[in-house]
């Protein structure tokens, strides 16, 4: 099974989980985010994401070989779900484990900054009024996988 | 021949979602130059480049065979 994938059906949550438990993990850290209704008083119906397949699927395992390089020990699954998702669907799921909780939990809120500053995947929110492709590069990614 | 993939909001705008561009070798800022002549409105300041799916710099060359990517920003998450 992938560690790092784009899908474009429902995310089965507890696969990710399963992928990274192993005997010597005393922890495991799950995210996922959700398709929010409400975003600065603008109601969204639905979601639409867009991804580069390949690019963003080799993007999400450099970021899990970032984590396995800063907290050594963890163990790392991603995935994104990209077409069009409902409110409250799991658009990414994130399941980290390691031997220590501490490093689950870092290493996981590291994971989604890094999904939002390099991996080619694009959101169109829709509204009851309009629609509109979403995204804010803070700077040119660099090459490779320096962060 | 270049390979071209456009995603998202560049999708939309030039209404497809990749061509093959005979122009090799060009740099990655003449793609970018020749992008935003073509298609009025693409917004080559905020756009990145993949070349062969790992981001470029504006002086790298792309070769005959290479496929490209326009990124817009991303919004993943």
Redesign the interface.
Known sequence: MKRYEIIDQPIDVQKYSDLVLHPAAGAVTVFTGHVREWTHGVRTLYLAYDAYVPMAEKKLAEIGAEMEAKWPGVQVAMAHRIGELKISDIAVVIAVSSPHRKAAYEANEYAIERIKEVVPIWKKEIWEDGEEWIGAQKKYPEKGSES | MITV?Y???L??LTGKGEESLDRAPMTVEELLNWAEETYPGFGKE?I?V?VN?????KDDVIQAGDVC?F???????
Do not use: K, N, Q
């Open positions: 993939h995603f998202a909001r999708r939309e905020t990145h993949a799916e790992e981001y470029a710099l990517a990124i817009p920003p991303v919004s993943g998450g």
